[in-house]
């Protein structure tokens, strides 16, 4: 059945009816409704029984692969397993209900909720303020970088040049040129840590400031971090941290301590919230006292006890989001913070550390690790040499472990990496889930040494096999029924 369309189940009129007869007296739609609302030819939908279609559709919810359904080890993603206790406190009818046109009277409780998560985050990550208001990751990064620029421009400088590590997330770059500004990049040393001479060298009097991920997207921690502040701050730039990383320090170290003016927190990584296409997600950005004034607006303040929208930020970069921000995944996060409270949150990092080095140990000598210093919550390997040997790219690596149920790491990134497979366990995972995918792929490497024409090929035990993706970028073919 699920090999086809909805459309295709269509059989025309459904059969079964169990409904008893009107006990109203029956009434024509045409009588009820004005002509202009009225529809001038049928909706086409298809007709199905009630238990079809439910079969239909979660016969389909079986073929993609979730987070509930097994390990999701995406290095930098933290697709943690999302508490269903979040999904009962989001669906609450107080807050379900609630439109974002509501007078702040009517408000008052979900204003407290967004207040507290503001004061909560502010404290997890040691920041001055915050708001809640961006989207996502990548919209939190645009948000910093704006501040970032007016904030130079207020001082009358005209800085317009923002340091990227090589290793950085792919959207660092493409937020501080969407924001205005340009990007050098700044190498790694051979510990794939921050090259502290090509730093002091790209220091100057037009660098804005430098955007950096600790730790690192090898999973390293900069242990250099203190100087890395001190010279940028030294430089008259800001330090930005992306925040994909977070999942690490919680409890552990607070950003802000460590020389950070401006940091966005993916609540839909650190904090359960679901992503991917169970967004959408959120992506608020806590600044320092450097920045408190360039927030966008309004933020969430308390006078007494009442909570209102604040709009009286002095260098406001303005409004980032329409309405508030998110509001469902603010729900889900003040929930998961609120349930594990501080000891918790350090329990969770220390947790993700501790699998993330348990299965690089349960991996050695399977694949190459080319950055050997110890990692926190997540690591990266290549298959470099075993491409060179036998054929198998990471790509067939990556496709053959959907034969065994558990979904790729993220691959070819870092950049700095070649044949990277990049593997964040996170702490949700048992030691039995590790264990299983520690065992499945140091498998796979044994197979391709023996048949590297059958990773070539894999996957063999998915609903759909292996795609030509060249040609589905190049010819898109949408399938789409007009009944």
């Known amino acids: 059945m699920y090999k086809k369309l909805i459309f ?15 006990d109203v007296p029956e009434e024509e739609l045409e009588d009820l409704l004005p002509p202009s609302a009225l529809r001038r030819e049928p909706i086409g939908l298809p007709e199905v029984a009630e238990n079809e279609v439910i079969r ?61 998560l503001q004061e909560l985050l502010k404290e997890i990550v040691g920041m001055r303020a915050i708001t809640l208001q961006p989207a996502a990751g990548a919209h939190g990064e645009l948000t910093g970088c704006l501040m970032i620029r007016k904030y130079h421009k207020v001082r009358g400088q005209a800085r317009n040049t923002m340091l990227v590590p090589d290793s950085a997330h792919g959207t660092n770059p493409a937020s501080v040129t969407i924001a205005g500004m340009k990007t050098l990049e700044v190498k790694s040393d051979d510990r794939g840590l921050v090259d502290l001479d090509d730093l002091k060298a790209k220091l100057g009097p037009d660098v804005a400031g430098l955007m950096l991920t600790n730790p690192s997207t090898l999973g390293i ?56 296409g169970g967004g959408p997600g959120s992506g608020p950005v806590a600044v320092s006292e450097r920045l408190k004034d360039f927030l966008p607006v309004p933020i969430v303040s308390r006078h007494e006890d009442k909570y209102f929208w604040d709009y009286e930020i002095p260098h406001s970069i303005g409004k980032m989001l329409t309405f508030w921000g998110n509001f469902a995944a603010l729900v889900r996060a003040y929930t998961y913070i609120r349930m594990h409270g501080a000891e918790g949150l350090r329990r969770i990092a220390e947790t993700a550390i501790l699998n993330a080095n348990y299965l690089l140990k349960r991996l050695e000598g399977a694949l190459e690790l080319p950055f050997p210093t110890r990692p926190m919550h997540e690591f990266v390997l290549s298959a470099h040499s075993l491409m060179k040997e036998t054929g198998v790219k990471t790509l067939d690596i990556a496709k053959r472990l959907l034969d065994f149920g558990v979904h790729a790491p993220t691959i070819y990134f870092p950049l700095v990496v070649k044949e990277a497979l990049m593997i964040e366990p996170t702490e949700s995972e048992s030691k039995a889930m590790l264990d299983y995918f520690a065992t499945t792929l140091r498998h796979i490497v044994q197979e391709a040494k023996e048949d590297p024409q059958l990773l070539k090929e894999a996957p063999h035990a998915t609903p759909v096999g292996r795609l030509n993706e060249l040609k589905a970028n190049k010819e898109l073919v949408v399938r789409w029924h007009n009944k």
């Open 56 to 116: 239909h559709f979660i016969a389909l919810s079986t073929l993609n692969y979730h987070v509930d359904k097994g390990i999701y080890p995406l290095g930098s993603c933290t697709m943690k397993y999302n508490p269903k206790v979040n999904e009962d406190t989001s669906a609450l009818p107080g807050f379900a209900g609630l439109h974002p046109l509501q007078p702040e009277e009517s408000v008052q409780g979900a204003l407290q909720l967004m207040y507290e």
């Open 221 to 276: 921690f900069e242990e250099n971090i203190l100087e890395i502040s001190e010279l940028v701050h030294e430089a008259g730039g800001l330090m930005y941290m992306d925040g994909a990383n977070l999942n690490a320090l919680l409890g552990i170290v607070r950003p802000g301590d460590l020389g950070f003016d401006v940091l966005h927190i993916n609540l839909h990584k650190t904090f359960s919230v679901p992503h991917g």
């Open 8 to 22: 295709e189940l269509d059989r025309g009129e459904v059969e079964q009816n169990y409904f008893s007869e009107l």
